[in-house]
């Protein structure tokens, strides 16, 4: 098949790409050209690549016509983040494209309020933020779009990607490269909240993954959206117990209240990290085990730990103790 990919450079695209080259199918991978993948895969010599400003066409009205105009067989679109965007997207592929796959989030899901949380469940308030509702909202709409007989839809939401070339949210549910550094060296981490807030990771190449099995079993696929994480997620305090030992160091802690917190770090980490704990997020997976064979390789620590150990061998992360052996 002809499968163009919208943003294959970025996080997933790296090992989705690579994934559906291994797997026969002719691949275009569009994007602005500013970033290179984060993989080096020798697939990639065997990809054609499109320059495209999404932003930029969408407002122009003319990235639709951009992509419909690649005769693809299969639409993954990893880049879309409103509803007006996907929606004119799915306007001009219907009758075009024979599938649409779309890169949601679990942020669609607000607080939690009964754990783990299924697809369609009641178990989540409202979404939190702008972002959540568009994602929200866009997966609602393709859901209609295919029950209505238009356009063949999927969508999967993953949890907090992680992968080699990138920090991954730590334990304190930030991007703070120092909550790394005190780790290592064995230093107490101010710990907002209680240290039972959840947070649900997933490798990148494990979405990859699933959006490889959505493809190819694109019947059971068909008009569905599927939770794409890890098989388990993560305290506050087990993350942070986890991760001391691979430095050799014991876990070390203070509780604080979040107004404590704040003055402990930037305005930039301390919403960050209420943005990831206060929805305490733990999904269920079970749909797209059962429809798709969603079979992750990679516990979040796991996944984690090799992210980690890639910002020290590259000089992205100052630690004070190598990660142990």
Not at 33 to 54: I, L, M, N
Request: hydrophobic fraction near 35%; charged fraction near 20%.
């Amino acid at each position: 098949m002809k499968i163009v990919v919208i943003g294959g450079s970025g996080h997933i695209g790296s090992f989705l790409v690579p994934r559906l080259v291994r797997g026969g199918h002719e691949v275009v991978n569009v994007s602005r050209g500013t970033s290179t993948p984060y993989t080096d895969f020798p697939e990639w010599q065997h990809v054609h690549q499109v320059t495209a400003d999404r932003a930029q066409e969408d407002r122009e009205g003319t990235f639709g016509d951009r992509v419909a105009d690649l005769s693809a067989d299969v639409v993954v679109d990893l880049l879309c983040f409103t509803l007006e965007s996907a929606t004119a997207l799915v306007n001009r592929l219907r009758g075009e494209a024979g599938h649409l796959l779309h890169c949601g989030s679990i942020w669609r899901y607000g607080a939690s309020r009964k754990l783990p949380i299924s697809e369609g469940s009641h178990s989540t308030a409202e979404p939190l933020d702008e972002y959540g509702i568009q994602k929200r909202d866009i997966a609602r709409m393709l859901k209609e779009e295919t029950a209505d007989g238009g356009l063949v839809t999927t969508s999967l939401h993953p949890g907090h990607i992680v992968g080699p070339g990138w920090h991954p949210v730590g334990p304190l549910g930030n991007f703070d490269p120092s909550v790394w550094e005190k780790i290592s060296a064995g230093q107490p981490l101010q710990i907002p909240g209680g240290g039972t807030e959840l947070m649900h990771h997933v490798h990148a190449d494990d979405l990859a993954q699933a959006f490889e099995k959505a493809i190819d079993r694109r019947e059971a696929a068909a008009g569905e959206d599927f939770n794409i994480v890890a098989p388990s997620a993560l305290t506050v305090r087990g993350y942070l117990e986890i991760a001391a030992s691979w430095f050799g160091q014991e876990p070390r802690s203070d509780m604080v209240s979040w107004d404590d917190f704040r003055g402990t770090t930037t305005p930039e980490h301390a919403d960050t990290s209420w943005a990831h704990l206060s929805r305490n997020h733990c999904v269920s997976i079970e749909k797209a085990k059962a429809l798709l064979g969603y079979a992750p390789s990679y516990e979040p620590e796991q996944a984690v730990r090799e992210s980690v150990q890639w910002l020290i061998r590259n000089n992205k992360l100052h630690v004070e103790s190598p990660i142990m052996a």
